[in-house]
C-alpha cells in the first residue's frame, strides 16, 4: 500500500448560473498526476454533501497509514462569518445559514487531516471564486473569495489566489490555476515551495497578473512530487543509475567485463563474461556489479550466448554469492529494463528478453530484487495496466468473434475493462469486416504478446476464452494491435 494518499474533488454541476466549466477536469486530470507520483487517489466529481463527508471520512481511515495526505479541491468556495467552506452541488443557497450548514467547513477537512499520524498533509484549493449565491441573500455581501487560515504544523494550504481575491474558471479544459499546476509538479526533484512559486508566476503570466495564488505553509519536512530514481533509490550510486556516467577504470576486473559487454562483438562480450568468476564477483563492489548486470541484459538483448545462460543460471549462482552481490547483479539487469543510460524511464522498454529474466521471480529467494525494480516505477505507473514487480497473477477475458473455422479477437477485458486496441499507424487500414486485413496468430505467441504488453511474465498471466469452449491452436488478429497502455493525447 503507498505512504502517500488523496482525495480529490472537483465540482462542477452547480445549479443554474453557478455551474463552472472546469473542476470536474481539473479532478480527473489532477488525481491522473498524483498516480504517477504514487498517490493511492479517490474522486469525487460533481459531489453531494453527503457524498464529499463521505469522502472526507474515508479519507481519514487511509490517513492512519500514511506518511502523505493530500486534498484537492476545485469548484465553488465562499467565506461566511470569517470561516472557508468548500460548496457542494446540493448545498442549500437559500440563506447564509443553510449554505454554511449544508456545505463542507475547510476547518473540518484541516482538523481531519491534522488528526493522523501523518507527516505531510498538503491541501490544494481551486475554489476562491465570487460567491454566485450572495445576490438571493438579504444580508449584506460577504467578502470577496476565501479568508486566510493558519496551516497546523505539518500542513500546507494551497490558494489558486491570494486572501480576498477570486480565480478565474480558466479559459481551456483546466481552471487558470490547475492548469498552471499540471505543469510544474512533475519538476523532478522540486520542493513544493519552489514548485508552487513557479505555478504563482506562470499563473500571474497567464491572467495578466490578475490572479496571484498564495500559501501558507508549516511543513516540518521537505517534500517532493517527483523524485528522480537516484534520489528515490539510494541502494546505488548516481553514477551506476545513470551509467552512461560511469567512469571505467580497466585495473579492475570487473570494469573490464563492462567493456566487454559494452562492446557490441560476441567474440567480445561471450569470454569477457565468461572469465568472470564467482570469487571475484564476490570481491566487486555493489555499483560495479549493478553496472555489470545492467551491460549483461544488454548483451542478451543483442544476442550473446554467454549473457542469455548468464540469466538462464542466475538463481543457481545467486546461492553462491552473498546477498547484497547477486541482488546488485539482478537490481541492474531489471533496471536496464525499464530505464535508459541518463536514469530515465524509456519511452519504448528494452523487453527483447523480459521473459528470461522475469522468470526468476519464481524464486521466493530472489524476490527482493523485484521489489526494487517495483519501486523504481511507482513514479510511472501510468505507464503501465498492472503494478510491476509484484508476483500476482493476472487473468485476462479474451473475447471472440467466429466466423467459419476462424475465431477473431474483439476484446480484452482486464477487470471487466477493455485494453485492446489498434495502433495509429495502422488503425485507419483495419476493418473488422475484411478478413484479409488480419493476420493469424498462434495461440501460444498471442498470448506471449498480451504478456509482453502488459509487461507480465507468462507465468503470472491467465487467459480465458469465454466464448470459445474449445481454444483453437490460432486466432485472427488486426495489424498494429495492442494492449499496452494509450498515450495521453
Not at 15 to 29: I, Y
Not at 242 to 258: A, W
Amino acid at each position: 500500500m503507498s505512504d502517500r494518499t488523496a482525495l480529490v474533488i472537483g465540482n462542477s454541476a452547480y445549479p443554474k448560473d453557478s455551474a463552472l466549466r472546469n473542476p470536474t477536469n481539473d479532478a480527473r486530470d489532477l488525481a491522473k498526476a498524483l498516480k504517477r507520483f504514487g498517490f493511492t487517489t479517490s474522486v469525487v466529481t460533481d459531489g453531494t454533501i453527503a457524498e464529499m463527508e463521505n469522502s472526507l471520512a474515508s479519507f481519514k481511515k487511509r490517513l492512519s497509514n500514511a506518511k502523505v495526505g493530500l486534498l484537492f479541491f476545485a469548484g465553488h468556495g465562499i467565506q461566511m462569518k470569517g470561516d472557508n467552506y468548500l460548496i457542494a452541488i446540493d448545498t442549500k443557497t437559500s440563506d447564509e445559514a443553510a449554505a454554511r450548514h449544508s456545505s463542507l467547513p475547510l476547518n473540518q477537512v484541516i482538523e481531519t487531516m491534522e488528526d493522523t499520524p501523518t507527516d505531510t498533509n498538503i491541501i490544494i484549493l481551486d475554489a476562491c471564486r465570487n460567491n454566485p449565491f450572495e445576490r438571493a441573500w438579504t444580508r449584506s455581501l460577504t467578502p470577496r473569495g476565501l479568508a486566510p487560515v493558519n496551516a497546523p504544523k505539518g500542513t500546507l494550504i494551497a490558494y489558486a489566489t491570494s486572501p480576498g481575491q477570486v480565480a478565474f474558471d480558466g479559459d481551456g479544459i483546466n481552471g487558470a490555476y490547475t492548469t498552471a499546476l499540471l505543469q510544474h509538479m512533475d519538476a523532478v526533484d522540486c520542493s513544493i515551495e519552489i514548485m508552487l512559486k513557479r505555478v504563482r508566476n506562470t499563473l500571474s503570466a497567464s491572467t495578466h497578473g490578475k490572479q496571484i495564488s498564495w500559501e501558507h505553509t508549516s511543513l516540518s519536512m521537505e517534500f517532493f512530487f517527483n523524485r528522480s530514481v537516484g534520489v528515490r533509490i539510494d541502494l546505488y550510486a548516481d553514477s551506476a543509475l545513470r551509467d552512461k556516467f560511469f567512469v571505467l577504470d580497466l585495473k579492475k576486473t570487473s570494469h573490464r567485463v563492462i567493456e566487454g559487454l559494452k562492446s557490441h562483438d560476441w567474440y567480445t562480450q561471450n569470454p569477457a563474461l565468461d572469465a568472470f568468476t564467482e570469487a571475484q564477483m564476490a570481491k566487486t563492489t555493489v555499483d560495479s556489479l549493478f553496472v555489470v548486470g545492467r551491460n549483461v541484459y544488454q548483451a542478451a538483448c543483442g544476442g550473446s550466448i554467454s549473457a542469455h545462460r548468464f540469466i538462464e543460471r542466475f538463481a543457481s549462482l545467486a546461492s553462491d554469492l552473498p546477498l547484497e552481490k547477486w541482488r546488485a547483479l539482478l537490481d541492474g539487469m531489471l533496471f536496464e529494463v525499464f530505464f535508459d543510460s541518463h536514469g530515465e524511464i524509456r519511452k519504448e522498454l528494452k523487453n527483447d528478453r523480459f521473459e528470461e529474466v522475469f522468470k526468476l521471480q519464481q524464486f521466493p529467494s530472489l524476490t527482493g530484487s523485484f521489489d526494487f525494480i517495483s519501486e523504481c516505477v511507482i513514479p510511472f505507473s501510468d505507464r503501465f495496466h498492472v503494478q510491476l514487480g509484484r508476483n500476482r497473477q493476472v487473468a485476462l477475458d479474451v473475447v471472440t468473434q467466429s466466423s467459419a473455422n476462424d475465431a477473431f479477437v474483439e476484446k480484452v477485458l482486464l477487470a471487466g475493462k477493455d485494453i485492446f486496441w489498434v495502433k495509429g499507424d495502422y488503425k485507419e487500414e483495419v476493418d473488422w469486416d475484411i478478413t484479409d486485413r488480419m493476420r493469424t496468430k498462434a495461440r501460444r505467441d498471442f498470448e506471449q504478446e498480451l504478456a509482453t504488453g502488459l509487461t507480465l511474465p507468462m507465468h503470472l498471466l491467465r487467459v480465458s476464452y469465454p466464448k470459445l469452449p474449445n481454444v483453437p491452436g490460432s486466432l485472427k488478429v488486426p495489424w498494429g494491435w495492442t494492449v499496452e497502455v494509450k498515450p495521453q493525447k
